[in-house]
């Protein structure tokens, strides 16, 4: 009886690691539903600084001011009813919408530009709105549309 007590508490050390949520690499427990969001900030030199705020309904990302040219990003373990949002701010310019929504095709309002079975979703933040892409599995390019204007 101690002895298969001993190995059940030893196979959750084992198994535990893998189900807490650690950043950029989380792992879900069916790799098949892990998404990724991608946030690009190639905005102008010399122009006011980019805030964003993302958030689901369990998991707020916070306030983030990513630097010109880098990638904010973050992975997650995506169901059905998973939805992230994220509120854009450039100097006096501002937007707000879903960035996933959908399984197949990160947001369900891009299911005829963006390939179904879709794993990173990829936002390109411009002077003049901001984009959606893909990377094309044959180029191994990132092909963008634009997706919303600022307000």
């Not at 508490?9 to 084992?14: A, E, N, R, W």
């Not at 707020?60 to 880098?70: Q, V």
């Not at 009813?81 to 100097?91: E, P």
């Not at 937007?95 to 979703?121: H, K, M, W």
Request: charged share 15%; hydrophobic share 35%.
């Amino acid at each position: 009886m101690v002895h298969s007590l001993v190995k059940i508490v030893f196979l959750l050390f084992i198994i535990m690691p893998y189900n807490f949520k650690g950043g950029y690499g989380y792992h879900c427990s069916y790799p098949i539903i892990t998404r990724q969001v991608h946030i690009l900030n190639n905005l102008p030199k010399n122009t006011p600084q980019l805030k964003l705020h993302c958030a689901s309904g369990n998991d707020d990302l916070g306030y983030n001011y990513p630097a010109l040219r880098t990638d904010f990003k973050w992975e997650f373990c995506a169901m059905s009813n998973t939805l992230y949002f994220c509120h854009f701010w450039w100097g006096n310019k501002n937007t707000v919408f879903d960035v996933f929504n959908n399984l197949d095709y990160c947001v369900a309002d891009e299911s005829n530009f963006i390939p179904s079975g879709t794993q990173r979703c990829i936002y390109n933040v411009k002077n003049d709105g901001i984009y959606i892409g893909f990377e094309d599995p044959i180029s191994g390019q990132t092909i963008y549309k634009k997706h919303r204007d600022w307000s």
